[in-house]
T-cell receptor, first 111, second 115 residues
């Protein structure tokens, strides 16, 4: 499975936008980019995924670079409930269905 | 729809005992995955099962650990002769079918403590 690189931690203020970066320079053409988050004492929660085009859903937006070597998860208005560890994961076509979690980015949201 | 249900939420065992962790997938989901999160570490894949079949067990320790997903009933992760190092949070996830763009839905985990 391809590797991703994320900052260890980021900080934001409540009601401001948050841009969480992820580098995946070794991504292959058929790898999907998935984002999950884990709130304290809970299981991971799916956020969004995409292949080439930018994606939007009720939780967030995913901006994918044209060369696909990086992506950014965008939370449009951070709330205290968005404080979590955010994981950027590549899922390889033809490989196992398993998710390979890195260390993720711990997001702190200040009131 | 009920989410992925794991029980118990907390389990305490003494060294040498057996631990059984249960996972009921979301309705309509036939694929189950188990992950382990050791204290201060990331989530690690353990095993991937479909009904009555183990598809990928590459993350399972070679001894003392086993998993099943019978035709009827929940998936079970079984740890025999537990040791202190087995203390961790164990998460189960499910998905509806074997396609890459299907997200996995996680339960809130079982926190296993070994005395």
């Amino acid at each position: 499975d391809a590797k991703t690189t994320q900052p260890n931690s980021m900080e934001s203020n409540e009601e401001e936008p948050v841009h969480l970066p992820c580098n995946h320079s070794t991504i292959s053409g058929t790898d999907y980019i998935h984002w999950y988050r884990q709130l304290p004492s809970q299981g991971p929660e799916y956020v969004i995924h995409g292949l080439t085009s930018n994606v939007n859903n009720r939780m967030a937006s995913l901006a994918i670079a044209e060369d696909r070597k990086s992506s950014t998860l965008i939370l449009h208005r951070a709330t205290l409930r968005d404080a979590a560890v955010y994981y950027c994961i590549l899922r390889a076509q033809g490989g196992s269905e398993k998710l390979v979690f890195g260390k993720g980015t711990k997001l702190t949201v200040n009131p | 729809n009920a989410g992925v249900m794991q029980n118990p939420r907390h389990l305490v065992r003494r060294r040498g005992q057996e631990a059984r962790l249960r996972c009921s997938p979301m309705k309509g989901h036939s694929h189950v995955y188990w992950y382990r999160q050791l204290p201060e570490e990331g989530l690690k894949f353990m095993v991937y099962l479909q009904k009555e079949n183990i598809i990928d067990e590459s993350g399972m320790p070679k001894e003392r650990f086993s998993a099943e997903f019978p035709k009827e009933g929940p998936s079970i992760l079984r740890i025999q002769q537990v040791v202190r190092g087995d203390s961790a949070a164990y998460f189960c996830a499910s998905s509806p079918r074997d396609r890459l763009n299907q997200p996995q839905h996680f339960g809130d985990g079982t926190r296993l403590s070994i005395l």
